[in-house]
């Protein structure tokens, strides 16, 4: 039960982290992927791709396939309303941080 809990609390984390990457610069899903496992992030292409794809989905990434050495790639980048979520995420997550710290 505890590692369920802590899965459903990392998946919010990881869309966050997700967000905040795709404000920086367009990235494909390998790259996510090694970037969440060098965070600690125990994450599989089963698990990111449905993430990425319901966050196309809900408007907040937009994908674009660019071909890279023969090789057909999405690549995801933040959207207006994408932008605003992260923004909003960031302040609940400094006034929650700031208050936890404390």
């Known amino acids: 039960m505890k590692n369920r809990i802590l899965r459903k609390m990392f998946l919010a984390f990881m869309r966050v982290h997700i967000l905040h990457h795709a404000k920086q610069e367009p990235f494909f899903g390998l790259w ?9 992030y125990k994450v599989s292409a089963g698990t990111l791709y449905p993430i990425l794809h319901k966050m ?47």
């Open 32 to 40: 996510m992927i090694e970037e969440l496992q060098s965070h600690g």
């Open 56 to 102: 196309e989905q809900d408007g907040i990434l937009e994908a674009t396939e660019k071909t890279i050495e023969s090789k057909v790639r999405k690549y995801y980048s933040l959207t207006k309303d994408g932008e605003e979520i992260l923004n909003e995420a960031i302040e609940k997550a400094k006034e929650l941080f700031n208050e936890i710290i404390e």
